[in-house]
């Protein structure tokens, strides 16, 4: 397969994933202590899952939820009432209310239009706009600002055009610069936001290796890019939202493919979508630079592992295998390392994202 074919098959397969957190399968929790979570999966399902602080996990009633065709994204407002749905496959969002006491999904129609093939999603802290990865034909990102009753509009300016397919779309914890991936030109853009408008910063920056889903610290200080094809995480500094060559590239596994922080960005884990391994290092809070974890096994997870998020509490970190059609859960020790829990959850569908509320 030629490179320009490898990145494609990247695209499609990883696009789906960006900033959520995933859960277990086990006992019952109640509400006091529990999180509400929707994977995207399957050819127009939503499966809605209830989480106890442990990571255990119950099927909400009436799950599997439908959406539109090819379900690739999910994001829950902040307000937990509203959760949005990017349907690939037939290029629009679906809106869906959230029932606060069964977690039940009801789809407020009309669907919004959102480009050719819209593959994955992220929203900024306030819940005031949501940003959308759009491939197809006419690449770009969309922006539409979210009204009070979750309806979505199309902010000015919008969309902004790329000059290839984007894999996914990182907003910084400000919400003050957004950072996306494409694995044609092995680069990424980088955006300043303003009001739910774009001003690109700079030209896209290239690194060595391809990319896949790339993830930002909680201070807005470093670029952790997952490099598919030689196996490795670049590290890229930010100066005003402009991308700078970093402290290098660091040994992961094959074909990383995700990265995550945990909530205090002292520690990054990275899937490996060609092994069942998880790569867990520290980050130097001065230069971004990574340490490898040594005298401590390397946490296993499914295969073809493609998204690595935290929990909401910081506890816990998950993993979607799309090989396997499962989640992976790991409990983040004391030290930043990874250890396995008894929970997992079998889906009978590829994972391709998943929202959990706070």
Known sequence: MSR??????????????FLSALVACGGSSSSSSSHLAYVAGGQ?????????????????????FVAGNGPSSVVVHPSNKFLFVSNQ???TISLFTIDATSGALTEVLPRTPAGTSPVAMTMDGGGTFLFVANQGASPSVLVFSIGSNGALTLAPGSPTPLGQSP???????AGDFL?????????????????GMLTQVGSPFVVTGGVATVAVDPAGKFLFVPNPSNGTVTVLTIMSGALN???GAFAASTSPVAAATDLTGKYLYVANFGSTTVSQYTVDSTTGALTAFTGTTS??????????????????????????SSISEFAIKPDGSLTSTSNSITLGVQPRSLAVTK
């Open 179 to 195: 950072y996306v991936p494409v694995p044609n030109f092995s680069a990424i853009y980088a955006f300043a936001v303003n009001s």
């Open 44 to 64: 127009t399902n939503v499966i809605g899952l209830r989480i106890s602080s442990t990571g255990s996990a119950q099927t909400i009633l009436g799950s599997p």
């Open 245 to 247: 060559t970093g402290s």
């Open 89 to 91: 496959g037939e290029g």
């Open 299 to 324: 946490p296993t997870a499914g295969t073809n592992a493609s998204f690595v998020v935290p929990d909401p509490n910081g506890k816990l970190l998950y993993i979607g295998n799309q090989g396997s």
């Open 4 to 17: 320009r074919g490898q990145w494609r098959t990247f695209t499609a397969i990883f696009a789906g994933a």
């Open 167 to 173: 894999s996914g779309v990182t907003l910084t914890a």
